[in-house]
């Protein structure tokens, strides 16, 4: 399978090593050279682009499409491109990129927000005859960029297809996300997007208030005392809201109304939590602790 690799990040770099690395099983299972998989890949950069090549993430990088070496090959022998560029790039990449192919090729994305990118896309690549399946998988670190780059990054961590009348690409999407190990979770752009802002948007968000409202303390001395105190608790608590800025402005900007909505769900529970505490119903703070105690387990691995 040709593979392309548009945005070569901690995820693009991961999703490129692990596809190669599959080479050598494929290899000793007896299948020929030709038959083994082949990525390409589009940075803004050239040296995350020599880079991508040094640790074999991607056989060929360039900055410009055009830059690739038998480019005019690819254009007609590319299976699928993955676009691994920040949300606001996806749909501008996609409209380059898409008339330069042959058609029938599969576009897929990378994005953690699907109603605002499924649709726009799908136009774009019908419009030169290709087909868009949208993505997301679900697996990452606070690190960015090729250096984060890892192997089995995906491995046993969900990754949500979106439904598309095109079964067979469709099937060729989950086939490749299941190839590098991710488990494989099919549902509409809005239920995806509600999903996330509950449980990564909406996160961000909160842990982000919460260093915010540290920073307040207008007491100097108490303010160091926190900082040094700070141990696993709140490092845990915090950590998603130390992240990248940018894509935590994207997460908003693009999925606006389901993060409102699960920020509006959580102030009304915190503002339970506060009346428990003002009224010293501790018996009844107890029971709210003891039922997310239990209800956590939901949501872990």
């Known amino acids: ?16 090593l692990d596809i190669l690395a599959a080479n050598k099983n494929l290899y000793e299972e007896g299948f020929f050279l030709d038959e083994l998989n082949y990525v390409w890949g589009l940075s803004r950069s050239m040296e995350t682009c020599r880079y991508a090549s040094e640790i074999s993430a991607v056989n060929i990088a360039a900055v410009d499409i055009n830059d690739l070496p038998n480019h005019n090959y690819i254009f007609e022998n590319t299976d699928i491109v993955v676009i691994c560029t920040p949300i606001a790039a996806i749909l ?13 090729v599969i ?25 868009f399946v949208g993505s997301h998988p679900m697996a990452g670190n606070a690190s960015q960029g090729i250096s984060a780059a890892k192997w089995n990054l995906f491995k046993n961590r969900p990754c949500v297809v979106t439904p598309s009348a095109d079964s067979e690409a469709v099937r060729e999407v989950r086939s490749l996300w299941q190839s590098v190990g991710m488990n494989i979770y099919e549902c509409s752009p ?11 948007h909406a996160p961000v968000m909160i842990s982000a208030s919460l260093i915010a409202a540290c ?50 769900t959580y102030q009304h529970s915190l503002q339970e939590v506060i009346s428990l505490i003002e009224n010293k119903q501790w018996a009844e703070l107890e029971a709210f602790l003891a039922n997310t105690q239990r209800d956590r387990a939901f949501y872990m691995d």
């Open 107 to 131: 576009f897929t994305d990378v994005g953690s927000v699907k109603s605002a990118i499924v649709e726009p896309a799908s136009k774009i690549c019908e419009q030169s005859g290709q087909r």
């Open 190 to 200: 809005e239920e995806h997007d509600r999903a996330v802002a509950m449980i990564s």
């Open 92 to 104: 501008p990449t996609i409209a380059a990129l898409a008339p330069k192919f042959s058609p029938n």
């Open 215 to 264: 920073q307040q303390e207008g007491d100097a001395g108490v303010l160091k005392l926190a900082q040094n105190l700070a141990s696993s608790g709140f490092c845990d608590t915090s950590r998603v809201g130390g992240g990248n800025p940018e894509l935590g402005r994207l997460m908003a900007e693009y999925n606006q109304p389901a993060l409102l909505r699960s920020l509006q």
């Open 1 to 16: 399978m040709n593979i392309g690799i548009v945005g070569l990040g901690l995820i693009g770099g991961s999703l490129g």
